[in-house]
């Protein structure tokens, strides 16, 4: 299975902005959920955010507010607009099918939140 593409990690200042992008890969979004995970140092892999078929959206009540995912069917991409950052969400960020077991994790992108 064609494995998704994370990018537009970085290094921020707290307070600061960044927004992420997923190629999807195999998983066309016209019929599959997405989701954005991140692993911390230290930290199992959790759920940060995920978007439906039908367009509906779950996210992290540690990210509530913060964080926004969206998708582009057209372009098979998903994106996490992630403001207000904290050190906190420091990690490397992945994209996945998560209702797949069998889908292909990408590389990640590595975030990184400065205090």
């Known amino acids: 299975q064609v494995q998704p593409v994370e990018s537009g990690g970085g290094l921020v200042q707290a307070g600061g902005s960044l927004r992420l992008s997923c190629a999807a890969g195999?998983?066309?979004?016209?019929?599959?959920?997405m989701a954005w995970y991140r692993q911390s140092p230290g930290k199992e892999r959790e759920l940060v955010a995920l978007?439906?078929?039908?367009?509906?959206?779950h996210v992290a009540a540690s990210v509530l507010g913060r964080f926004a995912i969206s998708r582009d069917n057209a372009k098979n991409t998903i994106y996490l607009q992630m403001n207000d950052l904290k050190p906190d969400d420091s990690g490397i960020y992945y994209c996945?099918?998560?209702?797949?077991?069998?889908?292909?994790w990408g590389r990640g992108t590595q975030v990184t939140v400065s205090s």
């Open positions: 978007i439906g078929t039908g367009g509906h959206t």
């Open positions: 195999g998983s066309f979004l016209d019929i599959n959920a």
């Open positions: 996945k099918n998560p209702f797949v077991t069998s889908a292909s």
